[in-house]
């Protein structure tokens, strides 16, 4: 293991791309390489500490304005802690000062759910797993679909803990149940019900004050998003605006909120 370690370091070290992400194989098994990404400090980002205080700090909690190397290696420390934990997380075979090496996870969620017939199990996987994650106090803050691994044997693997935060709290799970409910509806023909199957399973794994802080985003999303709604027509009509529309409807049937009508003036969109 020492040996292979070692040949691991050196093709971090010695890696002439670009990438920051990027697999490779090892007498046929495959790895990733994750490099320090890019610097994200600008001045919205250095406003972000001085936003997420008083009640607004559970929701703006992000690590983006963190330095690239200082983000790789809490990231680091993040995944060797929660691996030693048992937690459905990334695998680490080793290390340097600017990059890190981990085990093929499987296929990212978003193809998974695009090529399966069995959409609504899978979904249920993947909130049952945050609800694993949320259990244990571990916060993702951003399980983007992109950023979870399916296996062949279904095992569900969370990767990019970049902006996982240190600090716990229910908007923050909240926010990440929230994030997950988005991204489930970048697929097409997965239902709402699907989603709000999901939901049940994420829900059981959490507490009362969770899913309080649910509701109460839901609401202010609701508040918030209907004013461009009502003004411009237009406003619904982009595909990632349809798409939010369709995650919003989705929370509000599911925290019971009332949903603006001007959100879907010609009826609510297939599934609901």
Known sequence: MPCFNSYLKSISQNSESDEL????????????????????????????????????????????YIPPNARLFGELKRLLALSLQGLPVVQITSFTDHSFITKDAGVDAKTILEQSTEKREIVGQLFDALGTLHQAGVVHGRPALR???????????????????????????ARDAI????????????????????????????????????????WWLLALLSVPA???????????????????????????????????????????
């Open 21 to 64: 992400v990027r697999s490779f194989q090892v007498n046929g098994q495959r790895f990733w390489l994750k490099r320090a990404g890019e610097d994200k400090h600008r001045w919205y980002h250095r406003m972000l500490p001085l936003l997420s205080r008083g009640k607004l700090k559970g929701w703006l909690n992000s690590h983006a």
């Open 147 to 173: 950023d979870i691994a399916i296996s062949a044997s279904g095992k569900v693997t969370f990767l990019d803990f970049e902006e996982s935060p240190t600090q716990t709290t229910p908007e923050l799970m």
């Open 230 to 272: 009502k003004l411009s027509a237009r406003w619904s009509q982009k595909p990632r605006k349809q798409r939010l529309r369709r995650a919003l409807a989705t929370l509000s049937r599911l925290t019971k909120s009332p949903l603006p009508n001007h959100f879907f003036p010609r009826g609510l969109p297939f599934g609901f």
């Open 179 to 218: 994030i997950l409910i988005n991204e489930c509806h970048r697929i097409p023909d997965l239902t709402a019900s699907d989603v709000q199957a999901g939901v049940a399973k994420w829900r059981m794994k959490t507490n009362r004050s969770t899913w309080h802080a649910m509701c109460s985003a839901t």
